[in-house]
C-alpha cells in the first residue's frame, strides 16, 4: 500500500524515523492503512514554543499521510485547570493553520468508561485499593538499584478492592485516605512499573464536569485509554515518556479483549523534546513567573510561550520554518535560539515594509534648508519585494537621527555623523555636521547644527560626492511619537536555566525590558495591532495591543544582527 505515503515523498526520500516507522506500518497495512494522530494537551496554562514543535509534528504528519490528528485535553488534574487555557490552547493550534475539525475532545468525555475498565482491572485481579499514604507508596516503591515491595494491602479480594473503590467514587473517604493502583511487580528495573496509582480521591471542582467525580484518572492511565478509543495508530510523545511505553502497552493489552471500544492498538512512539538556549520550557516555572508578577502575564513578550510570541510579533510560518529546520530526533539537545532568530528574520526581510524609527533622538537643524518648506520624498516599502510599492516621506529642516549616529570625537573608521564631516540621509540629501550644541550644565550634545547639498537629493544626484555613511532620520515637525520596546532574554545563565534545583528568579535579567520614547513616520499613523516592520537600521518590530489612538507600542521581534547565520556560512 503506498496512496497514504507522503506528499512530495517516496520510498526513497529522506524521512525522520517516525515516519519510517509509518512507512513500515502502511507497507503492511497496519492499522488499515490508516494515519490518525493526536495532540493532548493539559490545560494547567499556556503553550510554549516546545509544544509549537509538538503540534506541528502531529497535525504535520497527518496532513502529510491524508491522515486526521486529534486535539485533546488531558484533563485529568481539575486543580490546575482553567477554562482560560483550554480557550488559549485551541487559539495558539489555530494560529499556526492547523485544523481539528470536529475532532475535539477531552479525556474527561470518558471519565466513566475509564471507570468501568478500572473495575475490569480489579476484576481481573490487576488492580487493588491501597491505603498507603503518598510518603509510604514511595517508601515502597524502591529505587533505581533496590526493588520494592508489596503494599500491605496488595492482596485484597476482587470483592473488597471493588467494594472500596465504589466507595472511593462515592465519596465516602477523605482526599488521600485512598488510591487504586495497578497490580503488576514491584520487583521491575522500571519503577513506573511497581504498582502505579491509577486512580487518586481529590475534591476538586472540574472545569467541565463540575463536582460530578472526586476521585481523577493518572495521565498515565487516562492516556493510553483515549488513544485506544479514539482509534489513534500513532501516540508521538516526548522522550520522558519513554520509560511509561510499558505501563502505557500493559493497561491497552490488559483492556483490549474486554471492549469493543479500542479501534486499533496505538503504538507509542518517543522523540526528543526541544530545548532552547536562554529559554526556560517548564509550565510550572513559567506559571511561578505569571504568578510572581515577574511578568505581564503568559502572553508577555519575553516569555516563550506561543500566545507571547505572537503577541512580540513572530508569524506562524517563521515557527514552523524553525520546528522543520530542528528535526526530529531521538536523543536530546539543546537549539541555540539564534536559529529561531533566524526564521522570523527570514521571513520578515521579504514580507515587512521598511520604516524609519528613530529610536533615541538627537535633533538636527539644518541651517540652509528653507524654513518652512516640506518635501515628499519617494522612499521603497521593500527592496526585496519591489512588489510591496513606495510611499512618500516628508522632509523639512528639523529632523532627528539616533544619538549614537553622532561622535563629537570619532575613530577613523566611524562612518557616521562627526564634526566636519558628511553622511548621506536614506531618500534624501548629504548633510554635514557644522555646529554641536551642549546642555550647559551636563555637557550632553541635544541638538547638531548641518548643512544640505541641494545637489545630492536621492535620485537625482549630480554633486558627484562619494560618502561611506547612510542614516535614517524622521521629520520632527511629522514625525508621530511611539513607545518602544527592546526585549532581551529573561534569563541569561545558561547552566542555571538547566539546574532544576536553582531558583530562577535568581538569574532574572534585569535588563529584560527597555522603554524608549521614540520618533517614527507619519506612515504608521494608522498601524493596527499585529502589524510587522522593519525599523531601519534597528531591526523588527511589531505594533502591539497596547496602542490607541494617541500613542502607538512597538515591540522589537528581534534585531537585525542575524548571528545563526554567520554561524551557517562559516
Request: hydrophobic share 35%; proline share 5%.
Amino acid at each position: 500500500m503506498t496512496e497514504n505515503l507522503p506528499d512530495n515523498k517516496n520510498n526513497t526520500s529522506p524521512t525522520n524515523f517516525i515516519e519510517n516507522i509509518i512507512n513500515e506500518d502502511l507497507k503492511v497495512n497496519k492499522n488499515n492503512n490508516k494515519v490518525h494522530t493526536r495532540f493532548p494537551p493539559e490545560p494547567n496554562g499556556y503553550l510554549h514554543i516546545g509544544h509549537a514543535k509538538s503540534i506541528c509534528l502531529n497535525f504535520g504528519i497527518a496532513e502529510n499521510y491524508h491522515g486526521l490528528c486529534n486535539l485533546r485535553f488531558d484533563d485529568t488534574n481539575p486543580s490546575k485547570e482553567e477554562v482560560e487555557y483550554v480557550e488559549s490552547i485551541q487559539e495558539d493550534v489555530k494560529w499556526l493553520g492547523f485544523s481539528w475539525e470536529d475532532r475535539l475532545f477531552y479525556a474527561s468525555d470518558y471519565f466513566e468508561k475509564l471507570f468501568l475498565y478500572a473495575v475490569e482491572l480489579i476484576k481481573a485481579d490487576k488492580a487493588y485499593v491501597d491505603d498507603l499514604s503518598p510518603e509510604e507508596i514511595r517508601q515502597h516503591r524502591g529505587t533505581l538499584t533496590q526493588p520494592g515491595e508489596n503494599s500491605p494491602y496488595r492482596d485484597r479480594s476482587r470483592e473488597e478492592n471493588m467494594d472500596l473503590f465504589q466507595k472511593m467514587r462515592n465519596g465516602e473517604f477523605p482526599d488521600g485516605a485512598k488510591v487504586l493502583r495497578a497490580k503488576i511487580d514491584m520487583t521491575s528495573p522500571n519503577i513506573n512499573m511497581r504498582d502505579p496509582i491509577l486512580y487518586r480521591i481529590m475534591r476538586a471542582h472540574h472545569h467541565r464536569t463540575g463536582d460530578e467525580w472526586c476521585i481523577y484518572p493518572m495521565y498515565d492511565y487516562a492516556h493510553p485509554i483515549s488513544d485506544a478509543i479514539e482509534g489513534i495508530t500513532h501516540s508521538i510523545c516526548t522522550l520522558e515518556f519513554e520509560d511509561h511505553r510499558p505501563l502505557y502497552n500493559w493497561l491497552i493489552d490488559s483492556l483490549i479483549e474486554k471492549t469493543e471500544d479500542f479501534k486499533f492498538r496505538p503504538q507509542q512512539i518517543e522523540f526528543a523534546r526541544l530545548n532552547l538556549t536562554n529559554i526556560v520550557m517548564s509550565k510550572r516555572k513559567l506559571r511561578e513567573l505569571v504568578e510572581a508578577g515577574h511578568v505581564k502575564g503568559w502572553d508577555d513578550p519575553r516569555m516563550p510561550t506561543i500566545s507571547g510570541l505572537r503577541r512580540r510579533g513572530y508569524t506562524p510560518g517563521a515557527i514552523k520554518d524553525f520546528c522543520e529546520r530542528i528535526g526530529v530526533a531521538k536523543s536530546n539537545s539543546t537549539v541555540d535560539i539564534a536559529l529561531l532568530e533566524h526564521c522570523i528574520r527570514e521571513d520578515l526581510n521579504v514580507n515587512a515594509s521598511r520604516v524609519m524609527a528613530v529610536l533615541r533622538p538627537l535633533k538636527v537643524v539644518i541651517e540652509n534648508y528653507p524654513v518652512g518648506q516640506v518635501e515628499e520624498l519617494e522612499a521603497e516599502n521593500n527592496p526585496e519585494n519591489p512588489d510591496m510599492g513606495t510611499r512618500k516621506m516628508p522632509f523639512s529642516r528639523v529632523i532627528y537621527i539616533e544619538q549614537d549616529d553622532f561622535m563629537e570625537e570619532a575613530p577613523k573608521k566611524f562612518f557616521r555623523l562627526a564634526p566636519g564631516k558628511e553622511v548621506r540621509l536614506k531618500h534624501a540629501y548629504i548633510i554635514k555636521c557644522e555646529q554641536v550644541i551642549k546642555d550647559e550644565k551636563t555637557g550632553e550634545v541635544i541638538e547638531l547644527h548641518c548643512s544640505y547639498d541641494p545637489t545630492t537629493k536621492s535620485g537625482e544626484d549630480t554633486s558627484g560626492k562619494k560618502v561611506k555613511g547612510t542614516l535614517h532620520w524622521v521629520s520632527a515637525e511629522h514625525a508621530l511619537e511611539a513607545e518602544v520596546r527592546l526585549y532581551d532574554y529573561l534569563f541569561i545563565e545558561q547552566e542555571a536555566i538547566e539546574d532544576e534545583e536553582k531558583e530562577k528568579t535568581a538569574i532574572l535579567n534585569p535588563y529584560s525590558l527597555e522603554k524608549l520614547k521614540s520618533y517614527i513616520e507619519p506612515s504608521l499613523i494608522n498601524s493596527i495591532a499585529g502589524q510587522r516592520f522593519q525599523f531601519m537600521r534597528n531591526g523588527y518590530f511589531c505594533v502591539d495591543r497596547d496602542s490607541d489612538q494617541d500613542k502607538l507600542v512597538f515591540n522589537r521581534i528581534v534585531s537585525l544582527k542575524d548571528t545563526w547565520s554567520k554561524i551557517k556560512k562559516a
